[in-house]
């Protein structure tokens, strides 16, 4: 079974949130320093722990292919909360960041100012109103994604762009093929 039918959405939207939370590294080791988030979908402490007792600190020394069952774990059991599918891919981030942005409208209220949350994201209130939205994030989202994805990042060379945009390419085939392996 691959894993469009096994979490009713598809790989590449997956794909695109780790790469945006992991800053286009995809490392499963790497941590937020301010929040102490770590891993392919920037695991809490709390969220890693309510997976599975210990695994918090297991997952920085975890390969990418070990990461990815806890990633799986993670959006399944979103799934018995909202069966229904995402209605556009970013609402498979908006299950990461804070689910209950989850297929809401684009003027849901994230974060006010004066909040943790708020201090914790205000790269994401776009309009310094000290309100982010479900729609704030998504833009930020979808402009680093569609950088990520097509390798746009800013190299001199012509050489090195094209050397990005083939390792993107066979990085991004490969992990279709990781999320699509029979389990």
Not at 50 to 67: C, I, N, S
Not at 87 to 102: R, S
Not at 117 to 131: E, V, W
Request: aromatic letters at 12%.
């Amino acid at each position: 079974m691959q894993v469009e039918q096994r979490l009713s959405f598809p790989a590449l939207s997956l794909v695109k949130s780790i790469a945006f939370e992991t800053g286009g590294t995809f490392d499963p080791a790497i941590k937020n320093k301010q929040s102490g988030a770590t891993g392919l979908i920037q695991f809490l402490e709390s969220t890693a722990e309510g997976l599975e007792k210990g695994l918090y600190l297991r997952l920085p020394g975890m390969t990418f292919a070990e990461q990815l069952v806890y990633v799986e774990k993670y959006f399944k059991q979103w799934k018995k909360t909202f069966p229904q599918p995402p209605n556009e891919p970013f609402d498979v981030y908006a299950l990461m960041l804070h689910p209950v942005l989850f297929n809401k409208p684009d003027d849901t209220v994230f974060a006010i100012q004066g909040t943790k949350r708020f201090d914790q994201n205000k790269a994401f209130d776009l309009d310094h109103s000290g309100t982010i939205t479900k729609g704030e994030v998504k833009k930020k989202w979808l402009s680093a994604t569609e950088k990520l994805m097509t390798g746009r990042v800013p190299i001199t060379t012509i050489t090195a762009n094209g050397f990005i945009f083939i390792s993107i390419a066979v990085f991004l085939a490969a992990m279709y093929y990781v999320l699509n392996m029979p389990r």
